[in-house]
């Protein structure tokens, strides 16, 4: 196989880089174990580090990938073994009208993290493989993973994600092919309970979803509620971890945008995408009056032509670094006037020139 190598002709540098082109579909692999962009990272910095100072064990029996995906799979399972879980504010509570609201701060591991999506898509070239790989880091989807004990969620993502055969997850989880068979049957019917409703990826967006895009980003920066509206399912949620308040439906959402939320007059959103879908990077004007400064990240939700989630991820000193976007924005160019247009003049010489006979 292409991956396996005789030792003692891989170089350190020819190692490094053979493990690097696998760090981005590692790091969705811990994505989607671990539900948090950070500790994926780590997670695969120490899956690398393991590999690097043992591959003199490695023998070539499997693919490196596959030897890779077993040393990522223990370190998620030891990072897993204290049993908390990451959620959304809607996995723990229900919809808070405006009138109660209260924001309340959890402890950041409670949260289920956004993550961009250049960190954890690879490139493919079957358009299928990228659906499935969007679909399945979407927030609902990972949400609905946390449900699941780590030995099936593992399972569940190798089998029914990366396409792995039940033999080679037998043999990655040391256990046995009907061991594997059983824990996904498990982990399907868990799933189907907390079945996540389906939303539109990021790439590509068709024509409709982008002119309801630009609306939305029209209404808000202009913070047009009627506007804004007009753009929600009559069900659509709005959250704002870290705090555990959320909201669903219009009323409520224009009530808080229209009270507590009304600080965001007067902000700017810059698209970017994470977790598969459509994003904003969300500017509030700046205190010194010039320019705009980071305040969140909102994960947006697109069902049947309308937007049904709204997540604003607050905190935006951690997202913004992650998602390599500016730490401010400048204050918009003033538009410059065109000069006036005239008649142009007769020179003196012209006027004075002698009528021709």
């Not at 350190?12 to 981005?24: F, G, K, S």
């Not at 019917?189 to 980003?217: C, F, I, N, S, W």
């Not at 951690?318 to 020179?347: C, G, H, I, N, V």
Request: contains cysteine.
């Amino acid at each position: 196989m292409a991956d396996r190598t005789t030792h003692g002709t891989t170089t350190h540098d020819d190692l490094d880089a053979r493990l690097e082109e696998h760090r981005t579909e590692l790091t969705g692999y811990c994505y989607r174990m671990l539900g948090s962009a950070f500790e994926a990272e780590d997670a695969v910095q120490d899956t690398l580090v393991r590999a690097w100072r043992s591959f003199g064990t490695f023998e070539g029996r499997a693919s490196l990938r596959s030897w890779l995906y077993r040393i990522a799979t223990n370190v998620c399972l030891d990072m897993l073994s204290a049993g908390s879980r990451r959620a959304r504010p809607m996995d723990l509570s229900d919809p808070t009208p405006v009138a109660e609201a209260r924001l309340t701060a959890r402890p950041e591991a409670t949260w289920l993290e956004p993550v961009p999506d250049g960190r954890v898509l690879p490139s493919v070239a079957d358009p299928a493989d990228t659906a499935v790989s969007r679909e399945t880091i979407r927030l609902a989807f990972v949400a609905a993973l946390q449900h699941l004990p780590p030995k099936q969620r593992a399972v569940l993502i190798l089998r029914e994600v990366l396409a792995w055969k039940a033999s080679e997850v037998a043999e990655l989880l040391g256990t046995t092919v009907a061991s594997v068979n059983s824990a996904l049957q498990r982990a399907r019917a868990t799933l189907a309970t907390a079945e996540p409703a389906g939303t539109a990826t990021a790439d590509p967006l068709d024509a409709e979803q982008k002119a309801l895009l630009e609306r939305y980003v029209t209404a808000f920066e202009g913070y047009d509620m009627e506007a804004l509206t007009a753009l929600l399912h009559d069900d659509a949620k709005f959250s704002m971890p870290p705090y555990d308040l959320w909201l669903q439906g219009h009323a409520d959402i224009v009530g808080w945008m229209l009270g507590v939320g009304s600080v965001c007059r007067g902000s700017r959103l810059l698209p970017t995408a994470a977790n598969g879908t459509p994003a904003f990077a969300h500017y509030h004007p700046a205190e010194d009056g010039e320019g705009h400064t980071p305040w969140a990240l909102q994960v947006i939700e697109i069902e049947d032509g309308r937007i049904s989630g709204i997540h604003n991820f607050l905190e935006a000193g951690r997202w913004f670094p992650l998602f390599d976007l500016p730490e401010r924005l400048a204050p918009p160019k003033p538009e410059s006037s065109q000069p006036e247009t005239s008649e142009p003049e007769t020179s003196e010489t012209e006027s004075s020139k002698p009528e021709e006979p």
